[in-house]
């Protein structure tokens, strides 16, 4: 068992009925770090977190956090982790500061210390104005950051964040996005589950891809990402009327289903089947070569790595795969 993992699961499952919502789920999440725990509805997201948060029996293998069984040791995981559920658990009918400080006196501060922390914690996370408020008039992101708050009134070694930001405005995201750097840079844990791609590669330095109760991927984005292809061409062409022809040929060229962007110059094409990126490059260069050839002129080209939603597509809709 290593020390420095915050958590540690093998074969780990829950079935609800015959419905095995996780099915046998490997982690390991490295101490320090935002671990994002990427998949779509059902995948088994929340179950996971549930039980390893000790909130949900295992059905089977085994669970670890700092090294503390979930189910044998629970007390002890319970005292070093908190959870920031994917729904709310404020109460709505208490103003902002009256929540955070009834939380921080169950927790043992002393009045003056839960009122300071409150107050500290409100104003870091933009919701001073808003402290008076009943958290019912809240907005949907201003109830998000109070939740985080809640969670975070004793710093936690782990947090479990879960779909922080699921219905938040890009603007809402970012504030979230930036509570959550934070915690992170006073070395807690982060065990993070997003829907958005986006999400995980700001935030996460490790991603488990989850889909239907089981990891079907692991790794850093950069693996994650490599695993899928090894770029993908975007090009921008001088004339408009040669796109049709320029598609025609890149498709031969790379084998590959090439895509019309939305700009009329301009064209997009994942560069398959190399497993390095000079490989790619080298494949890239004699399409443009062939272009060229045909008299296509490229005024802008670039090859880039696959996002990451490219590659959770690819992932979980096995069909979406060029074969
Ligand atoms: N308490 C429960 N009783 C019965 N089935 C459940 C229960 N909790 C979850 N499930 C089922 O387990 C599966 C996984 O659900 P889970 O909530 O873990 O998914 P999720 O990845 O968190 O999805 P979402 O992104 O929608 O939150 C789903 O099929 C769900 O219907
Ligand atoms: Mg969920």
Not at 5 to 14: F, M, R, S
Not at 52 to 66: C, K, M, Q
Not at 91 to 99: A, R, S
Not at 129 to 146: C, D, L, P
Request: proline residues 3%.
């Amino acid at each position: 068992m290593s020390t420095e993992l915050a958590i540690e699961t093998t074969g780990l499952v829950k079935v609800f009925g015959d419905n095995r919502a996780v099915d046998g789920i490997d982690l390991a999440v490295p101490k320090g770090t935002v671990y994002g725990v990427l998949g779509p509805n059902g995948a088994g997201k929340t179950t996971a977190v549930r039980m390893l948060a000790t909130l949900l029996r295992p059905d089977g293998g085994s669970a670890r956090v700092f090294g503390k069984d979930v189910v044998k040791d629970a007390d002890a995981v319970r005292s070093r982790v908190s959870l920031t559920g994917q729904y709310a658990s404020v109460d709505e009918d208490l103003t902002g500061t009256e929540n955070l400080v009834l939380l921080a006196r169950l927790l043992g501060h002393s009045r003056p210390a839960a009122r300071n922390r409150a107050e500290q914690l409100l104003d870091g996370f933009g919701l001073s104005e808003a402290a008076g408020r009943q958290v019912k008039n809240y907005s949907g992101g201003m109830r998000r950051r109070i939740d985080i708050a809640a969670s975070i009134l004793n710093t936690p070694d782990l947090l479990f964040l879960d779909e922080p930001t699921t219905g938040l405005d890009p603007r809402s995201r970012n504030q979230v996005w930036d509570i959550v750097r934070a915690v992170v840079a006073h070395g807690t844990t982060v065990l993070l589950t997003t829907q958005y791609l986006d999400e995980a590669d700001q935030l996460a330095s490790r991603i488990a891809v989850i889909d239907q109760g089981k990891v079907i991927a692991e790794g850093t984005k950069g693996e994650l990402k490599a695993s899928v292809g090894a770029g993908t061409v975007h090009l921008r062409l001088r004339d408009a009327d040669q796109r049709a022809e320029a598609q025609k040929v890149l498709a031969i060229a790379l084998n590959a289903e090439v895509q019309l962007d939305a700009d009329p110059v301009a064209l997009t094409a994942r560069v398959d089947g190399q497993s390095t990126e000079q490989g790619a490059a080298e494949h890239a260069g004699r399409a443009l070569a062939e272009l060229a050839r045909c008299g296509i002129t490229v005024d802008n080209f670039s090859l880039g790595q696959p996002s990451l939603d490219e590659v959770f597509l690819a992932l979980t809709d096995k069909k979406g795969v060029a074969a």
